[in-house]
């Protein structure tokens, strides 16, 4: 039995022990999930379009958690229905696999078992078949404010960076080969929202809810330069001891702004610091256009200096262009000090992991398995002395292993396009290129037998129309 057989069969014991539905899902009652545009989720994986929840840029989330739609929601899970906003959910079980929903009840069964409180509460509501729920149960909340960013990575669009935004503005025909643009005037509206107030009565209703909560999770944009995050941080602290804030950050920002939040965040109880890098030290500031690497190694340093209480680690969302550099990523990682994680992209066919050439993708797990072989914790130390502790080491080991061929796999996974570049993924590395008037082939010298279909592309694409200061 696969481990993660029994860890749904402890769920599913859970359930029926409390006289609750198979597909039963906890997260409408005690989890929020807010984006940038004013979206609320009842989780990261819930697709608003089959059942919308509200928008809180425009009504309080604290009443819009009860909405029509809401209540609907919660209803189809008492009567052990699979709501189709749910799909991404529903998909994975199929398949056998541990879903979100999974993850949510799996943490709320554990709670109980150890007569947390709160937890208790919330289950004896949820037994009486209630549909509506209270704020004060909500224990978890992500937020992503605006799109206000410092940089304007590849893998990126205007629904989540402000810098791509501006480039759009001057230039919509992007929105053909792009990531995530604007639809209408509301949305430019929304996705801009906070660039210059402070605290407004929508958010201050996100911060009242999120005094309940003991994980809020904030991502952007860039948080960090966000103009209402050191206030919403300092209004948190009557009760930051039961709180961990979770972040993705890309940390690319003023060292003052590093310094302010590590003061700030002292009294919490832990900060989770997810630091998007997705690159090597060779690649980093060609893909995440606008960065600096000496300023981000001199801000993750600080951080460690200053704070007891961050734990850092550093995200590679996986493309066609850091697979095939893992050992690569993870070595500056070690010389970080940070913890390896990997997400995938899957919706950007441009840099999805799985638009290489066979011989590339073969390359990328024997570079994988080679640079494994010698990865020992004497290896980890020389590069850094946090290595030393035991429990970062196994941590480490334990996340390069499992993220590694995680990523690995997703990347063999799909179609089999041969050993040619596809066309999809050289267009748009070019115009990549074309619009930051930079070379892939420059920093990719494994590209170099498909050199021709880049030259090609490259005199094919008229594009050149945008500043490439923003
Ligand atoms: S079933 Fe899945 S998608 Fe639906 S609310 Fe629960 S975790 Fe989210």
Redesign the pocket.
């Known amino acids: 039995m696969k481990a993660q057989d029994s860890r749904s069969q402890e769920i599913q014991s859970f359930l029926s022990e409390n006289g609750l539905p198979a597909n039963f ?1 906890i ?2 009652w005690i989890n929020g999930d807010l984006d940038q545009l004013g979206t609320i989720f ?2 990261h ?2 697709d608003d379009k089959k059942l919308p929840l509200g928008n809180w840029k425009d009504q309080l989330f604290s009443e819009e958690f009860n909405s029509k739609n809401y209540q609907k929601l919660r209803g189809m899970f008492h009567n052990n229905e699979k ?1 189709r ?2 799909q ?2 529903w998909d994975k079980e199929d398949y056998g696999n541990f ?3 999974h993850e ?1 009840l799996e943490d709320f069964v554990r709670d109980c078992k150890e007569n947390d409180p709160k937890a208790l509460a919330v289950l004896e509501k949820i037994k009486s078949k209630n549909i509506t729920a209270e704020v004060s149960d909500i224990d978890r909340l992500e937020v992503r404010k605006s799109i206000l960013c410092n940089l304007q990575c590849r893998h990126c669009g205007a629904e989540s960076s402000s810098k791509w935004l501006s480039v759009y503005k001057q230039d919509p025909t992007i929105g053909d080969w792009s990531l995530g643009v604007p639809k209408t005037e509301e949305d430019y509206k929304w996705l801009l929202y906070f660039k210059n107030q402070v605290m407004d009565e929508y958010l201050r209703d996100v911060l009242d809810v999120s005094k309940y909560c003991r994980i809020i999770q904030f991502s952007g944009g860039e948080p960090l330069i966000e103009p209402a995050h050191a206030e919403f941080v300092k209004e948190l602290h009557h009760n930051a001891k039961d709180i961990q804030l979770d972040y993705n950050s890309n940390l690319n920002v003023k060292e003052s702004i590093i310094e302010k939040f590590a003061e700030l965040w002292k009294p919490f109880r832990k900060i989770l610091m997810r630091v998007s890098i997705d690159a090597d030290k060779k690649t980093y500031e060609y893909f995440r256009e606008g960065s600096k690497t000496p300023l981000l190694e001199k801000n993750v340093k600080k951080l460690h200096e200053l704070t007891s209480n961050v734990l850092m680690t550093g995200t590679c969302t996986t493309t066609n262009l850091n697979v095939i550099r893992f050992p690569d990523v993870i070595d500056w990682w070690l010389e970080l000090g940070l913890l390896f994680h990997t997400s995938v992209v899957q919706f950007n066919q441009g840099v999805n992991p799985r638009f290489l050439p066979n011989s590339l993708k073969k390359l990328a797990r024997i570079n994988f398995d080679t640079y494994l072989s010698g990865f020992d914790q004497e290896y980890a130390i020389s590069k850094h002395e946090i290595w030393k502790n035991d429990k970062m080491w196994k941590q480490m080991l334990r996340r390069v292993h499992k993220h590694g061929y995680q990523s690995l796999d997703y990347m063999d996974g799909g179609e089999d396009r041969g050993d040619r570049f596809p066309e999809v993924a050289v267009d748009y590395l070019v115009r990549m290129d074309k619009l930051f008037n930079t070379d892939v082939l420059e920093l990719y010298p494994e590209f170099d037998q498909w050199k021709q279909d880049f030259i090609d592309k490259r005199s094919e694409i008229k594009y050149n129309k945008v500043s490439r200061r923003v």
Request: charged share 10%; glycine share 0%.
């Open positions: 899902c997260a409408p009842a989780c994986r819930y709501p906003s749910c991404t959910c879903s979100t929903r949510f």
